[in-house]
């Protein structure tokens, strides 16, 4: 079986005034309807016809101007690992450089690929709920859970980058609009900003939601354990959204759903997640490995678009700066990473780890992660000066999965916190964490090439607010 994300006609389109149009798995049976004839009630009344408006929130959530390419792009070039040899406006020039501006395309498209999924998830949601008999409650839930996880996704890389302030600097801070409810036409534009502490409630409620309700499996049939929605992949993200909020013990107490308490490190319950014995399997595939928890798959069919892939990026369009992290004289050349993904050793070097935009998928969620997360939680949450056992074994997997020369021992708790982020820089070098961890932590992103640091207090530190939005949203307001 294919992908459930590849049905080429398994689309659920949204006109200018956010209408909606549906088509099925049989174009011949389910084409496009006229969106003046299409009721609720038509999109939501079969199973089969559910289950594409389900699909339909994954199609626009793998957007290559969103998280199936560029939104992991802008995430990682903010930091200090790469330059740009191209200068080229169109990708990525001015997000390396922070000095993006209000009617730039990429924080205006960014921006409307992450709202038109949070309005997609929100019409299904509402749709699923209005025709759960077509269905059977249970089955309605399962499928409002998959709705629900993506626009907890969407809502949070939005206040990555647009939130006025990093959270853990200020959580009462003006972030992106709360839309929880379809908007299906222009009079509905006007909203206003709630807070990140709100934004992170509606997230956590979402994924807890999700948790509940979405199957531990799909079976062993194709790939949909990975590409779908599964209460693995909810409890991982909440790691990730309570890494965000200083919330140490409530990382671990997730964590520990999915990682055992001693090597080797597998998930207790549910698919056997852990790590694959080469981090090359990872990216090359198979795809539904035990390391992938949630992914956004990539055919030729289906494809992130021109200028949107993160093959290209890597290999095209930047390069890794050799004062960033290869420079660490503890990331030993003979590392399986460093073997398998740099180009070379005198610029411009790659990085290969997506090595082909058309067939690969875009991780999102994977256990090296979870397992990082999981340790700096329990080496921030450790008493005194003291060194997490458990954080370290950890640690020391992630790295010795690539680099079995290396066993770490630091002398005390914050050297071991700064050895877990160190490797996550090595460990998720171009999936898109950089920023993330520099602003979590309220850090100053550092100096590279011919830009200056930015320090927290500095106006770009932070995306503005699309031109357009504040156009047409009266109760919008500007970052500055």
Request: aromatic share 10%.
């Amino acid at each position: 079986m294919t992908s459930l994300l590849n049905h080429k006609s398994a689309f659920f389109a949204m006109a200018a005034a956010t209408a909606l149009l549906v088509t099925g798995c049989d174009k011949d049976k389910l084409s496009p309807i006229p969106q003046t004839v299409l009721s609720d009630a038509s999109a939501f009344s079969t199973p089969a016809r559910m289950q594409q408006q389900v699909f339909g929130v994954y199609s626009n959530l793998k957007s290559g101007q969103f998280l199936g390419g560029r939104g992991h792009v802008y995430q990682d070039v903010r930091g200090e690992d790469w330059v740009n040899v191209t200068t080229n406006g169109v990708t990525a020039f001015g997000v390396w450089n922070f000095t993006v501006g209000d009617n730039d395309n990429q924080v205006e498209n960014y921006w409307s690929a992450g709202f038109a999924n949070i309005n997609r998830a929100n019409i299904v949601i509402e749709g699923i709920a209005a025709n759960a008999s077509a269905v059977g409650t249970a089955t309605a839930n399962a499928y409002i859970a998959e709705a629900r996880f993506c626009r907890a996704l969407s809502f949070f890389y939005l206040q990555s980058l647009y939130a006025r302030r990093p959270f853990n600097q200020d959580p009462a801070a003006a972030s992106v609009p709360l839309r929880l409810t379809p908007n299906k036409s222009p009079e509905a534009a006007n909203l206003a900003r709630a807070t990140q502490t709100q934004v992170f409630t509606q997230i956590l409620d979402d994924l807890n939601f999700a948790e509940t309700n979405a199957p531990t499996t799909y079976g062993a049939v194709g790939d949909s354990n990975v590409v779908r929605v599964t209460k693995a992949a909810a409890i991982a993200f909440k790691m990730r959204v309570f890494m965000h909020m200083n919330r140490w013990a409530d990382v671990i107490t997730e964590g520990n759903k999915l990682v055992s308490a001693t090597a080797p490190f597998i998930s207790p319950s549910g698919r056997a997640l852990a790590l694959t014995p080469s981090v090359l399997t990872v990216f090359r595939g198979p795809y539904t490995s035990s390391e992938s928890i949630f992914s956004l798959p990539m055919t030729n069919t289906n494809a992130p678009g021109t200028q949107n892939g993160l093959g290209q990026y890597w290999t095209s369009e930047f390069a890794l700066n050799t004062a960033g992290i290869i420079a660490d004289a503890n990331w030993k050349t003979t590392d399986a990473r460093r073997v398998n993904f740099q180009s070379a050793t005198t610029p411009p070097i790659r990085w290969t780890k997506f090595n082909d935009d058309l067939a690969n998928y875009v991780p999102i969620l994977r256990y090296a992660e979870t397992m990082l997360n999981l340790a700096e939680a329990l080496a921030r949450n450790e008493a005194g000066t003291g060194v997490s056992a458990r954080a370290l074994a950890l640690l020391n997997a992630v790295r010795q999965r690539s680099d079995a020369t290396t066993t770490f021992a630091p002398a005390d708790k914050n050297a071991l916190i700064a050895l877990i982020l160190n490797e996550r820089r090595i460990e998720l070098l171009g999936e898109g964490f950089r920023s993330l961890d520099v602003m979590r932590q309220v850090g100053t992103f550092g100096a590279k090439g011919s830009v200056g640091s930015v320090a927290p207090t500095a106006l770009s530190y932070v995306w503005p607010i699309p031109a357009s939005e504040l156009q047409l949203n009266s109760l919008m307001t500007p970052n500055n």
